[in-house]
Nanobody, 128 residues
């Protein structure tokens, strides 16, 4: 599985950015994609995740509390892509954002150890 993130950049506090993740290779017919982020000197933390696959009639999503109401994760099963719309960005959202793949979509997880494949990440910087 290969994951490629895009869409990061520099934005002022209160601004918006949309990240994208394109998955390719043996992703599986039903899987999950998640967003994690890591700021300098901090551990990698979960942001959001979504179920993927044409067998899923409706998408399941989970978010970490700090982004609820501001970030929206969405999927395009036909293109094997997902996006993260980030609104009302804060300086504390500054981090490198990573896309991750988990082979199971039955239970969405916030545990990075349960994700098997990772992208290279894209930097998001929010200035105050």
């Amino acid at each position: 599985v290969q994951l490629v993130e895009s869409g990061g950049g520099l934005v002022q506090s209160g601004g918006s950015l949309t990240l994208a993740c394109a998955a390719s290779g043996r992703t599986g017919s039903s899987y999950a994609l998640g967003w994690f982020r890591q700021a300098p000197g901090k551990e990698r933390e979960f942001v959001a995740a979504i179920s993927m696959g044409n067998f899923m009639r409706s998408d399941k999503t989970i978010y970490t509390d700090s982004v609820k109401g501001r970030f929206t994760i969405a999927r395009d099963n036909a293109k094997n892509t997902m996006s993260l719309q980030m609104n009302s960005l804060k300086p504390e959202d500054t981090a490198r954002y990573y896309c991750a793949h988990r082979s199971s979509s039955m239970y969405l997880s916030q545990d990075p150890q349960l994700y098997n494949y990772w992208g290279q990440g894209t930097q998001v910087t929010v200035s105050s």
